[in-house]
């Protein structure tokens, strides 16, 4: 537990269950059910400390990740897990192949970066729960390239 970034930040109350740091993102899942702890998985940077130190080589990193899935899959007839799909939502899916499509093509990435900062006025005020702690993320006003290619 003592080497989560995670856990050493945020301490064993907020996992809600009994079992606190990375090895209870997993087992509190497989006992609980994703129904109560579908975000539980996500409270991790993955960085792999917690799989490099387990006494016991459990590969911690790579359950998470199954975990995540699991829990943000649609639900299905035969689920592999009690509440798989408990975190599936519909927009944040499309959302997020959006991303990856955008990322994946150079072109696209560099159009969209441009046109993020031209119109990063229009950018949401209310983020979710992030920005219930946190100003807004808005993008920069000029990108890294940009300025890279001025500096030279």
């Not at 009690?82 to 899916?93: C, D, E, K, P, Y």
């Not at 209310?126 to 000029?142: D, E, F, I, S």
């Amino acid at each position: 537990m003592n080497h989560c970034p995670v856990y050493t930040r945020i301490g064993g109350h907020a996992y809600g269950t009994t079992y606190p740091g990375p090895i209870g993102k997993i087992v509190s899942p497989h006992m609980m059910g994703l129904e109560q702890t579908h975000l539980l998985p996500t409270a991790s940077s993955l960085c792999g400390a917690c799989g490099e130190v387990c006494p016991v080589k459990i590969p911690i990193p790579e359950l998470l990740i199954r975990l995540r899935g699991e829990a943000n899959s649609a639900p299905h007839a035969n689920p592999a897990m009690v509440g798989q799909g408990a975190g599936h939502n519909a927009l944040t899916s499309f959302v997020w192949r959006m991303w990856a499509r955008v990322h994946a093509r150079p072109g696209s990435y560099r159009a969209f970066s441009w046109l993020a900062t031209r119109f990063r006025a229009f950018t949401p005020k209310r983020q979710g729960g992030w920005t219930a702690a946190r100003m807004p993320l808005q993008p920069a006003p000029r990108r890294l390239r940009d300025m890279v290619k001025d500096r030279r």
